[in-house]
Nanobody, 114 residues
């Protein structure tokens, strides 16, 4: 499975971005996907997850109410709509898929200026 993220960039506080993650390869075994982020000097953390079947979602408290995870199974694509961005959301955002094993994308930088 290969994962490619896009949509990162520089935005002012209060702004919005939408990240995309396109999966290719043996995607039929993926049963859940998620978005992680890693800020400088911090550990990588799970911020949102979604199951590919029922579409059940979960969020970290730090993003709940501001970020929305979704997926389009027909396009093998997962999204993260990020609204109300804050400087503390600045990080590299990674796409993850759970299948035969865990798979990671290369990451996309999100920078929020104050």
């Amino acid at each position: 499975v290969q994962l490619v993220e896009s949509g990162g960039g520089l935005v002012q506080a209060g702004g919005s971005l939408r990240l995309s993650c396109v999966a290719s390869g043996s995607t039929f075994k993926i049963d859940a996907m998620g978005w992680y982020r890693q800020a400088p000097g911090k550990q990588r953390e799970l911020i949102a997850g979604i199951t590919t079947g029922a579409g059940n979602t979960n969020y970290a408290d730090s993003v709940k109410g501001r970020f929305t995870i979704s997926r389009d199974n027909s396009k093998n694509t997962m999204y993260l709509q990020m609204n109300g961005l804050k400087p503390e959301d600045t990080a590299v955002y990674y796409c993850h898929a759970r299948g035969f094993r865990g798979y990671w994308g290369q990451g996309t930088q999100v920078t929020v200026s104050s």
